[in-house]
Nanobody, 121 residues
Framework: QVQLVESGGGLVQPGGSLRLSCAAS????????MGWYRQAPGKQRELVAR??????NYADSVKGRFTISRDNAKNTAYLQLSSLKPEDTAVYYC????????????????WGQGTQVTVSS
C-alpha cells in the first residue's frame, strides 16, 4: 500500500514563507509526476505546480513565488511558498503517479490528506 503524507502547513503573515513536504511511502517501484493542488473554501481544487523527472510547471497565480522540487532518493516532493498572499489560503494537497512494487504493476494516482495554509495578519 502506498501513502502520501503532507506536512509544513500553518499560519503565516502576508509576505511570509512556508515549505510544504510530501513524503511517499510503501511499496513503490517508481514515482512519475508529483504535484501540488489547493482548494479554498467554496472553490474547486486547482493545480498549483507539478514536477516530472525533468520539468516543472506552475499555475499563473503562483509563478515567481512558489517553487516545486523533489528528492527522488527520499520519495519526497517539496513546495516552497514565498511572498504569500491572503488568496493563497487553502488546503494544499499532494498527489503522485506511482507504479507500485514492480515494473509490471500499473501506475496509479495517490493523494495525501492535505495540509492547511492560512495567510493572514
Amino acid at each position: 500500500q502506498v501513502q502520501l503524507v503532507e506536512s509544513g502547513g500553518g499560519l503565516v503573515q502576508p509576505g511570509g514563507s512556508l515549505r510544504l513536504s510530501c513524503a511517499a511511502s510503501g511499496s513503490i517501484f517508481k514515482i512519475n509526476t508529483m504535484g501540488w493542488y489547493r482548494q479554498a473554501p467554496g472553490k474547486q481544487r486547482e493545480l498549483v505546480a507539478r514536477i516530472t523527472n525533468n520539468s516543472t510547471n506552475y499555475a499563473d497565480s503562483v509563478k515567481g513565488r512558489f517553487t516545486i522540487s523533489r528528492d527522488n532518493a527520499k520519495n519526497t516532493a517539496y513546495l516552497q511558498l514565498s511572498s504569500l498572499k491572503p488568496e493563497d489560503t487553502a488546503v494544499y494537497y499532494c498527489n503522485a503517479y506511482i507504479r507500485g512494487t514492480s515494473a509490471a504493476h500499473p501506475i496509479r494516482v495517490y493523494w495525501g490528506q492535505g495540509t492547511q495554509v492560512t495567510v493572514s495578519s
